[in-house]
T-cell receptor, first 116, second 110 residues
Framework: GAVVSQHPSRVICKSGTSVKIECRSLDFQATTMFWYRQFPKQSLMLMATSNEGSKATYEQGVEKDKFLINHASLTLSTLTVTSAHPEDSSFYIC????????????FGQGTRLTVV | SQQGEEDPQALSIQEGENATMNCSYKTSINNLQWYRQNSGRGLVHLILIRSNEREKHSGRLRVTLDTSKKSSSLLITASRAADTASYFCATALSGYALNFGKGTSLLVTP
């Protein structure tokens, strides 16, 4: 199947700093990628849709200025958590899919962010 | 809001037994998908069932879909310790954006 690579897998940062998470589609091009957030023992919640060459679409309640998304190429989307706070600590996962037929989405390995 | 609601939230069985997880959803769907997540890892797609399908098999997995009841079930037969994971159903929000259920945490003990 298609491969989506997410980096880093774990990151610890201090409050007030920014963290960038990368999501790459390794063997296909993705005009659209998706970012999810998962709190411990909870489900995944869609944060935003990353669109190549245009602005991301954010879900209700997700702060655009806090979670900056850039999708500069067909194989890379980045999520930057700006001015991170302990409540931003979470598991962030991206997904992407090749083609236009609705089959399955491929997920990155996830990034465990801990803000101290 | 979350579309899918799985039950049970947690399930503990012994190797060799079957595990059944259920998922209910609220709105009309084109398809429903099941994913697996090992602790602290990404998601792996298991199976997709379309709205015009009632049952689908893949190896030891059997998925059913009842659109009249807006529910789906995932059956894992002859479970193994390696099946220990969280299982989520998901419906499409738009395109490939997914709305996930709360998940069932499955523990298979040797």
């Amino acid at each position: 199947g298609a491969v989506v690579s997410q980096h880093p897998s774990r990151v610890i940062c201090k409050s007030g700093t920014s963290v960038k998470i990368e999501c790459r589609s390794l063997d296909f091009q993705a005009t659209t990628m998706f970012w999810y957030r998962q709190f411990p023992k909870q489900s995944l919640m869609l944060m935003a849709t990353s669109n190549e060459g245009s602005k991301a679409t954010y879900e209700q309640g997700v702060e655009k200025d806090k979670f900056l998304i850039n999708h500069a190429s067909l194989t890379l989307s980045t999520l930057t958590v700006t001015s991170a706070h302990p409540e931003d600590s979470s598991f962030y996962i991206c997904s992407a899919a090749p083609g236009t037929a609705v089959t399955e989405a491929f997920f990155g390995q996830g990034t465990r962010l801990t803000v101290v | 809001s979350q579309q899918g609601e799985e039950d049970p939230q947690a399930l503990s069985i012994q190797e060799g037994e079957n595990a059944t997880m259920n998922c209910s959803y609220k709105t009309s769907i084109n398809n429903l998908q099941w994913y697996r997540q090992n602790s602290g890892r990404g998601l792996v797609h298991l199976i997709l069932i379309r709205s015009n399908e009632r049952e689908k098999h893949s190896g030891r997995l059997r998925v059913t879909l009842d659109t009249s009841k807006k529910s789906s079930s995932l059956l894992i037969t002859a479970s193994r310790a390696a099946d220990t994971a969280s299982y989520f159903c998901a419906t499409a929000l738009s395109g490939y954006a997914l709305n996930f259920g709360k998940g069932t945490s499955l523990l298979v003990t040797p």
